[in-house]
């Protein structure tokens, strides 16, 4: 089992490598179309390798809807089976992270949730792998306030770390019936840059594939870099349509990303991590091309 891993991950990496090489080549041939479309001096670092550059580009076809980077690997097969997420929390939870977990349950569905106990990381995505489990989220808190959340993809990555902010429980929402089970649609709203879709595609993952006449929408909306996650029901009355939230309701803003799994540690490789103290970062927008 352990050799398979291992074989499974270096032939993951090995992948990886190639398919980031073949975008910095894709990268260069368009840095020289581009040059040439605009009638302006080849880029310093391509001129050397310009004749050969042209000559590729004679053949270059790139399908529709195909973005050319496959850092998303691990999501090829995706959508064929129900994804089997698992919730967890850190250890000596309070009473409002369980039962925050518990309904995190419900806004996934399909998830289940796991006490942590004495646990080490090590030993519970060992135990996930085993079960064929293809998400680990782990929960944790600040003096009972959710404050975090781990999602890690089995069996090779990537894994996701948010700050989670604003938990409003579903009696706290107030006005609401039994908890909808149907696989929900998604709307993900303005994560429209090479790192928003990253993000949309790690939580889109987490859902199975809805019924077209499923009632329920999940929505991932982004403003200014903080993705707002509500859930609602709606009904059709005639020609209008009500809709109805059922929660939970909490906030998410990614800081970091690494293309390893969460027992790994330091020792993935970092994909993406927030830099808030540079001079330049109250003015970007990363999770958003405009």
């Not at 992948?15 to 009638?39: G, H, W």
């Not at 850092?71 to 009473?95: F, H, I, N």
């Not at 996934?108 to 989220?137: F, K, Q, Y």
Request: aromatic share 6%; charged share 30%.
């Amino acid at each position: 089992q352990l050799r398979r891993q291992a074989r499974e991950r270096r032939e993951y990496l090995q992948r990886r490598a190639k398919e980031q090489q073949q975008q910095r080549q894709r990268e260069r041939r368009e840095s020289l179309k581009r040059a040439l479309d605009e009638n302006r001096l080849l880029p310093t670092e391509l001129r050397r390798e310009a004749l050969a550059l042209q000559k590729e580009l004679e053949f270059d076809f790139q399908a529709p809807g195909e973005t050319g980077d496959s850092q998303d690997d691990e999501y090829r097969w995706a959508g064929l089976e129900p994804p089997k997420v698992m919730v967890t929390t850190s250890r000596d939870p309070s009473a409002r992270l369980r039962l925050f977990a518990k309904e995190l349950c419900l806004l996934l569905p399909g998830a289940r949730r796991m006490n942590r106990g004495r646990a080490e990381l090590g030993a519970l995505v060992a135990a996930c792998r085993a079960a064929g489990v293809t998400d680990l989220l782990v929960l944790h808190e600040t003096r009972g306030r959710p404050d975090g959340l781990t999602v890690s993809h089995l069996p090779h990555g990537p894994t996701a770390h948010f700050t989670l902010s604003g938990a409003v429980l579903r009696q706290e929402v107030g006005g609401l019936g039994g908890a909808p089970l149907a696989a929900p649609h998604l709307l993900l709203l303005r994560l429209d840059s090479t790192l928003g879709k990253r993000v949309g595609t790690i939580l889109k993952h987490l859902f199975p594939v809805p019924r077209p006449d499923s009632r329920r929408v999940v929505t991932f909306a982004n403003e200014d870099d903080v993705i707002l996650v509500r859930n609602h029901v709606y009904r059709r009355r005639g020609r209008t349509v009500e809709l109805e939230e059922v929660g939970p309701r909490f906030q998410l803003r990614p800081y970091l990303i690494r293309l390893g799994t969460l027992e790994q540690g330091d020792a993935a490789d970092v994909e993406w991590r927030w830099h808030p103290y540079t001079a330049t970062a109250p003015k970007r927008r990363l999770l958003s091309a405009t």
